[in-house]
C-alpha cells in the first residue's frame, strides 16, 4: 500500500512538471509555420526549468519543514525575501525569450517583431514615402545592420530596454504558494492520522483494563460456585470444572480481541448457565433461548456474559421461587438481548458489582458508538435489560 501510494505520488510530480515544461514550447510561437522544438537545445531553456524546479523541492522539502513548521518565520522570510531577489537577477524567463529571438536571428524587442518577416525573406511592400519623417536605417541595405548567417545587430536606440521580468516574478510566487501548500496539507494529514491513532490507542488501553477488570471478578464468582458443589460433594462437581475450564479458556485466550464470534460468547452463557442451576437446584426456573443464525455475527466478548452474571447475583435465591429469561434474538441488522428477573439483593451490598454494569456500558460507548440502544428498567421489583446492537 505504501509502495502504491509512493509510484502514485512519483507520477504525479513527474506529470507535473512535464507539463510545466511543455508551456514555453506551446506558447512561445516561432512563426505560423514552425515548431519550438529548437527551445530544447537552448541553455536558457533548461535553466529556466532548472530553476522553478529547485525552488518547488528546496522550498517544499527544505524550508518549510526546518523553517516555516518549527515557528521560524523570520527566518523562513528572509530566506524566500532572498530567493526572490535572485529570481529578480537571474529573470529566467526574459533570459529564454531573448535567447529564442536570438536563435531566429533577431535581437530587437517585440515591437520590431514585423522585422522578421523581412529577415525571413518575405517581401514587404515600403509605406509611401514621407519627406518630413526623419531618415530610418535601412536593415534590408545596411549590411552593419544585418549579414547572411550572423544575428542582426541593431544601434542602441532599436536595443531591448531594461524591464522588470514579471512573467519570473510571477511564476515564482506561483511556484513557492504551491509548494508551501502541498506541504502544509501534507503535514496537516499527518496530524490528523496521528491524532485518530493516538484515540485509537487511548480506546484499545482502556477496553484492555476494562476487560482486565471484569475477567478476575467474572472467575472470582465461578470458582465460589465450584467450591460451593465440591463443599456439598455435589456429583456434579467434576463436570462443573470441565465447564470452569471452558469458561476461562474463552475468557483468557478468546477474548483478546475487540470482537469473537457471537457462538462463542452464547457457548459461555450457556456453560454458565449450567453451573448456576447446579448450584440453585429447583429453586429457580431458568428460560434460556437463542433464536437466529448465531454463526453469522460478531459482538464484543463479555458484553451479555455481564449482564447473564447480574442475573445470577442479584436475581436468584436459595429460599425463594423466581423465574430468570433470557433470550438472544440474532436477526439481519443485529443482535437483541433481553432478559428479566427478580431483585433480591440491593446493589450496595457489594461495590464490585457495579464494576460490571459501568466497565460494560462504556465498552459499548467505546465499540458501538450510535450502533446501540440499551435500555434498565427496575420497576416492580424485576430488572429488566433490553440491548439492541446494529451489527
Request: include cysteine.
Given at each position: 500500500?505504501?509502495?502504491?501510494?509512493?509510484?502514485?505520488?512519483?507520477?504525479?510530480?513527474?506529470?507535473?512538471?512535464?507539463?510545466?515544461?511543455?508551456?514555453?514550447?506551446?506558447?512561445?510561437?516561432?512563426?505560423?509555420?514552425?515548431?519550438?522544438?529548437?527551445?530544447?537545445?537552448?541553455?536558457?531553456?533548461?535553466?529556466?526549468?532548472?530553476?522553478?524546479?529547485?525552488?518547488?523541492?528546496?522550498?517544499?522539502?527544505?524550508?518549510?519543514?526546518?523553517?516555516?513548521?518549527?515557528?521560524?518565520?523570520?527566518?523562513?522570510?528572509?530566506?524566500?525575501?532572498?530567493l526572490l531577489i535572485g529570481v529578480y537577477a537571474l529573470k529566467?524567463?526574459?533570459?529564454?525569450?531573448?535567447?529564442?529571438?536570438?536563435?531566429?536571428g533577431v535581437s530587437f524587442p517585440p515591437r520590431f517583431a514585423p522585422m522578421r518577416d523581412v529577415l525571413s525573406g518575405q517581401r514587404i511592400d515600403p509605406p509611401p514615402p514621407n519627406h518630413?519623417?526623419?531618415?530610418?536605417?535601412?536593415?534590408?541595405?545596411?549590411?552593419?545592420?544585418?549579414?547572411?548567417?550572423?544575428?542582426?545587430?541593431?544601434?542602441a536606440q532599436f536595443g531591448p530596454r531594461r524591464h522588470f521580468d514579471i512573467i519570473?516574478?510571477?511564476?515564482?510566487?506561483?511556484?513557492?504558494?504551491?509548494?508551501?501548500?502541498?506541504?502544509?496539507?501534507?503535514?496537516?494529514?499527518?496530524?490528523?492520522?496521528?491524532?485518530?491513532q493516538a484515540e485509537s490507542d487511548k480506546t484499545s488501553a482502556e477496553l484492555s483494563f476494562l476487560k482486565a477488570q471484569i475477567n478476575p471478578h467474572f472467575l472470582f464468582n465461578t470458582l465460589n460456585n465450584i467450591y460451593t458443589l465440591t463443599v456439598i460433594q455435589d456429583e456434579h462437581a467434576p463436570d462443573s470444572?470441565?465447564?470452569?475450564?471452558?469458561?476461562?479458556?474463552?475468557?483468557?485466550?478468546?477474548?483478546?480481541?475487540?470482537?469473537?464470534?457471537?457462538?462463542?460468547?452464547?457457548?459461555?452463557?450457556?456453560d454458565y448457565i449450567e453451573l448456576q442451576k447446579l448450584r440453585l437446584g429447583g429453586k429457580t426456573r431458568i428460560d434460556f433461548k437463542v433464536t437466529g443464525d448465531v454463526e453469522s455475527k460478531d459482538i464484543a466478548p463479555l458484553i451479555l456474559m455481564t449482564f447473564v452474571e447480574n442475573i445470577f447475583r442479584?436475581?436468584?435465591?436459595?429460599?425463594?421461587?423466581?423465574?430468570?429469561?433470557?433470550?438472544?434474538?440474532?436477526?439481519?441488522?443485529?443482535?437483541?438481548?433481553?432478559?428479566?428477573?427478580?431483585?433480591?439483593?440491593?446493589?450496595?451490598?457489594?461495590?464490585?458489582?457495579g464494576v460490571g454494569m459501568d466497565n460494560v456500558k462504556q465498552r459499548l460507548a467505546y465499540l458501538y458508538p450510535d450502533k446501540h440502544v440499551l435500555s434498565i428498567n427496575t420497576e416492580n421489583q424485576l430488572y429488566t435489560v433490553n440491548l439492541i446492537i446494529r451489527a
Open positions: 500500500m505504501l509502495l502504491r501510494f509512493r509510484t502514485f505520488l512519483v507520477t504525479i510530480h513527474v506529470a507535473g512538471w512535464l507539463i510545466f515544461m511543455a508551456l514555453p514550447l506551446l506558447f512561445m510561437n516561432a512563426g505560423p509555420e514552425d515548431d519550438n522544438l529548437h527551445l530544447l537545445t537552448l541553455f536558457y531553456y533548461w535553466l529556466f526549468c532548472a530553476t522553478y524546479i529547485i525552488l518547488f523541492y528546496f522550498n517544499g522539502y527544505f524550508l518549510i519543514p526546518l523553517l516555516f513548521f518549527k515557528k521560524r518565520y523570520v527566518a523562513y522570510s528572509l530566506v524566500i525575501l532572498s529566467p524567463f526574459d533570459r529564454l525569450a531573448r535567447s529564442n529571438d536570438r536563435w531566429l518630413d519623417a526623419p531618415e530610418r536605417p535601412s536593415f534590408r541595405r545596411n549590411p552593419q545592420f544585418f549579414q547572411p548567417g550572423r544575428p542582426a545587430q541593431f544601434p519570473s516574478f510571477f511564476l515564482f510566487l506561483m511556484i513557492i504558494a504551491l509548494s508551501s501548500a502541498i506541504q502544509i496539507m501534507q503535514q496537516w494529514q499527518l496530524s490528523e492520522e496521528r491524532a485518530k470444572i470441565l465447564k470452569l475450564s471452558n469458561i476461562m479458556r474463552y475468557v483468557t485466550d478468546d477474548t483478546r480481541g475487540d470482537f469473537v464470534p457471537l457462538i462463542y460468547e452464547i457457548g459461555c452463557i450457556n442479584y436475581g436468584t435465591s436459595n429460599h425463594e421461587q423466581s423465574t430468570v429469561s433470557i433470550n438472544i434474538l440474532v436477526h439481519e441488522n443485529g443482535i437483541s438481548f433481553y432478559s428479566q428477573n427478580r431483585i433480591f439483593h440491593s446493589k450496595n451490598v457489594d461495590e464490585r458489582a
